[in-house]
């Protein structure tokens, strides 16, 4: 079989890498993600590894290199990705790149560093400015009560009455939160002996460390005395105020705020110098730090690969272990002998046996990738198991649109997953963000089939926006009941509801061409026919599934070389299945063939038959549908329950026969058979069967495990029991395909009577069609997209997904596998 419908054939492969072209080797590995490695130092601690010293450079530079894409953001730029396929550097390279990195580091601290200290002085002779700029012309008062008025001048002029005191001053700003509790502190210690006035400054000022604009409280402070000014002083520095010398003379103010603005426009420009040196630095920062990043993730994840090998003997090379798929070999070997041509010695590389399970490799493109993720979420095969995505690519869709039949809703999903297929190659789509668009994105190709498939369960239903179209001529005529009726105009008006008798000559002029008739749509029983029609259908689909499910489970069975599953699993599941369920799909397509409208009134009725099939009974007022039917059904039954029996003490029994008959063998094997012990060893059952179940059902020695018959006959009653109980929970599971139709059916015929219908009538009463119908219709648009399409698509996915799971692969796939996980660089390009 191809890769899709099983795994590949992996082996295990030893590598003898050159130790001067080890590194070589390792990375043109980890460009083409060939080989998933194994630790060979497993029990060597992370400390104490060969190449530890170079994986803790790399780890140093990456802490530099954040530092670096820190000021980068910082300063409001972004890095560009890298451009072109940058392939990890040489050793030596390493050293350089350090250097490189740790001057640019350096540059920008102190680059920073100076910026940071340029805005602090700069913003103090901002502070300084604006304080004189508020002192030279503010009014100050007396603190006597001496009749003196609080707007007369403090400083009186010469030959006053004041001239004897001597007024000091204090001037600062501070934050404006606090500016009011700093002016009471003040009143308060220094009990009125001052006049202090707060000002807002007129111009914002920009803050030093967080660059935003900011308010600042200006003060001024007059007071006497020494110790009132210390008070004050210490005041200040516990409000964290910013002080700065006042002079008295208004004359000296003047000259001292001319030399401030002076400074500062001095400041000003050598701060741009060094914004503009900073930009510099970090436009080399922008150019070479992405390559460099990505070279050095490829550089740390060689060196960790390198350090899960082992050093041989000699220590002139480097042996390594790791699974490879067999394809891809010829490869391995001469991209190993292309890496190490320089070195003078080829690598080598070769298979080796080995008993582990290997791991799964199965490869996908962009269209099987969203549907082996479906069945990847439940478990990873085991290695070369029944891949059941190959089937899940159209089972899926279809079980999905079983219950989302509609053919207006489908094409909306359909056009959507279109649009994100033809646009998955601009950037901008691939590179979007948001969760809920990546993972609409990445189920495109599955949106794009449940779409279309809704579409053709659609025309099936012949369900449009719940609305029936009519593509074809009805099957039923009116006009043929009416003509060889009765039907009076006293007849019309006392029976609103007409009956079309199909046996009327004329009245049913044959099945529609392609679906259900549109003429249904007008039936009160239109409710009842689709219940009855599309419950039958569920079971006829559900009881398809789950033997298809099962006999898949015999291409595992071949696989595997285990013979005796055949007649011991495989063929009594499916006699116990089809002898009864399958029976059931067989009476209801009998009836469907065999039934015509002229007995239809005394059909009998599947369900009694079905009950009495088990009783072994009979019931006068049912007809048999067939002549011998109860002599099928008792043997249908009598087989089925013998089937229980033999799945339940086969494969124990010839289990156990089979180890007593090899614990008499001698110890000698041939290849052939150690061959087939390590499949029977490594891959269990795929009808449910333990690792426990599969060892003991191999000769017992001092590498392999104790047969136990008592466990494997535990291990298969829980297998037996799961199956035929199975058998009818999960027939009865499969009729939520009939329950959720239905429910989506509906939900769309209120969606459409409560809005369109309403709007429709509403505007033929108010003659303003156009007006009314534009709200009526925006409403409908939106009410549709988000419950039908959105909520009731996630309630179908998500039971789809549960049969899928639940009903269908439990039949054959374990998912107890684990993915082939190459060394690749894919991660660190990203």
């Known amino acids: 079989m191809g890769s899709m419908f099983r795994s590949e054939e992996v082996a295990l492969v030893q590598l003898f890498l050159p130790t001067s072209a080890a590194y070589t080797c390792m990375s043109q590995l980890g460009e083409l993600g060939l080989v998933e490695f194994r630790d060979l130092n497993a029990s060597v601690s992370a400390f104490q590894r060969r190449f530890v010293g170079d994986v803790r450079r790399c780890e140093e530079l990456e802490k530099t290199f954040m530092f670096l894409q820190e000021e980068v953001r910082r300063a409001g730029l972004v890095l560009p990705p890298p451009e072109g396929r940058l392939l990890a550097p040489p050793p030596r390279d390493l050293l350089r790149i350090q250097e490189e990195t740790d001057r640019l580091a350096q540059e920008l601290r102190d680059v920073r560093g100076n910026q940071q200290s340029l805005r ?26 001496d009749g003196l008025s609080e707007r007369s001048p403090l400083l009186q002029p010469p030959g006053g009455p004041h001239q004897d005191l001597r007024v ?52 001024l ?6 110790r009132i000014g210390q008070k004050i002083h210490k005041i200040t520095d516990c409000f964290h105020c910013h002080v700065f010398p006042f002079v008295e003379q208004e004359e000296g103010r003047l000259t001292t705020l001319q030399q ?35 070279q050095i993730r490829k550089m740390k994840a060689v060196y960790l690969a390198l350090n899960q090998c082992s050093v041989s003997a000699t220590h002139k090379c480097l042996i390594a272990e790791g699974w490879c798929a067999t394809r891809d070999l010829p490869t391995l070997q001469q991209v190993l002998q292309d890496s190490s041509s320089e070195a003078g010695v080829s690598a080598v590389v070769h298979r080796i046996p080995c008993r582990d399970m290997p791991p799964t490799l199965i490869r996908t493109n962009r269209f099987t990738a969203s549907f082996q993720g479906i069945v990847d979420a439940y478990g990873v095969g085991r290695y070369q198991e029944v891949n059941p995505a190959p089937y899940t690519i159209i089972t899926f869709p279809f079980l999905f649109a079983v219950m989302f039949g509609d053919v207006g809703h489908g094409l909306l999903m359909f056009l959507f997953a279109l649009a ?3 646009a998955e190659n601009q950037p901008a789509v691939k590179t979007a963000q948001n969760e809920i668009w990546q993972t609409f994105f990445s189920g495109r190709y599955l949106l794009l089939l449940m779409g279309l498939f809704s579409i053709y369960t659609g025309f099936i239903y012949n369900e449009c926006f719940s609305r029936a179209t009519t593509i074809f001529s009805s099957g039923w005529s009116v006009a043929a009941m009416a003509t060889q009726s009765d039907w009076s105009d006293t007849f019309l008006a006392e029976h609103p509801l007409l009956t079309l008798d199909p046996n009327v000559t004329g009245v049913f002029l044959g099945p529609y061409p392609f679906g259900i008739d549109p003429v249904w749509s007008l039936a009160v029983n239109h409710l009842s026919f689709l219940n009855s029609f599309k419950m039958k259908m569920s079971v006829i689909l559900g009881v398809t599934h789950m033997t298809f499910g099962v006999v898949l489970g015999v291409f595992n069975h071949i696989h595997f070389g285990q013979w005796h599953r055949l007649l011991l699993e495989t063929l009594p599941e499916l006699v116990f299945l089809l002898g009864l369920f399958g029976y059931l799909v067989f ?75 090899r614990s008499r063998r001698p110890t000698g094997r041939q290849p052939d058979e150690d061959k087939s012990r390590i499949l029977d060893s490594s891959d269990t059952s795929v009808a449910g069967w333990g690792s426990d179940e599969e060892k003991a059902g191999c000769p017992g020695n001092s590498e392999e495990a104790e047969f136990v018959l008592s466990e494997v006959l535990m291990h298969q009653a829980i297998h037996t029991i ?61 009410l549709t997209v988000a419950i039908l399409l959105v909520m009731e698509g996630l309630s179908a996915f998500l039971h789809a ?7 269908f692969q439990n039949k054959f796939y374990s998912g107890s596998g684990y993915k082939l996980s190459p060394f690749t660089f894919t991660a660190e390009e990203e």
């Open 168 to 219: 000091n001053f204090v001037a600062g700003a501070v934050e404006p939160s606090k500016a009011a509790a700093l002016e009471r502190l003040l009143w308060r210690a220094c009990r009125g002996f001052l006049i202090a006035s707060f000002r807002e400054t007129e111009q914002q000022l920009e803050d030093p460390v967080t660059g935003e604009p900011a308010t600042w409280m200006t003060f």
């Open 801 to 807: 997904l549960r049969l899928h799971w639940v009903e």
């Open 420 to 422: 994100m297929v033809l």
């Open 587 to 661: 009476l209801v397509i009998y009836k469907w063939l065999c039934i015509s409208a002229a007995s239809a009134a005394s059909a009998p009725s599947i369900l009694i038959h079905f009950i009495n099939m088990f009783l072994f009974s009979r019931s006068p007022t049912n007809r048999l549908l067939f002549p011998g039917q109860e002599v099928v059904q008792s043997v249908l039954v009598v087989l089925a329950l013998a089937m229980v029996p033999v799945l339940l003490l086969g494969t124990p029994l010839f289990l156990h026969w089979q180890h007593r008959r």
């Open 260 to 294: 401030l603005r002076q400074q500062s426009q001095e400041l000003q420009e050598v701060l741009g110098e060094t914004e503009r040196f900073l930009t510099q630095v970090l436009g080399r920062v922008q150019r070479l730090l992405p390559p460099w990043q990505v």
């Open 221 to 226: 402070i007059s007071y006497w005395g020494e």
């Open 120 to 145: 602090a002085q700069l913003h103090q002779l901002q502070l300084h400015s604006a304080v004189l700029g508020q002192g030279h012309s503010l009014p100050l008062a007396a603190p006597h009560a």
């Open 722 to 782: 799961e199956f035929c109980l199975g058998c009818i929970s999960n027939t009865a599971s499969y009729l939520r395909l009939w329950a959720l139709s239905l429910a989506h059916a509906q939900l769309s015929e209120v969606l459409w009577a409560m809005v369109m219908r309403s709007g429709l009538r509403m505007g033929r009463e108010w003659g303003v069609a156009p007006v009314v119908l534009v709200p009526v219709f925006a409403a409908f648009a939106v």
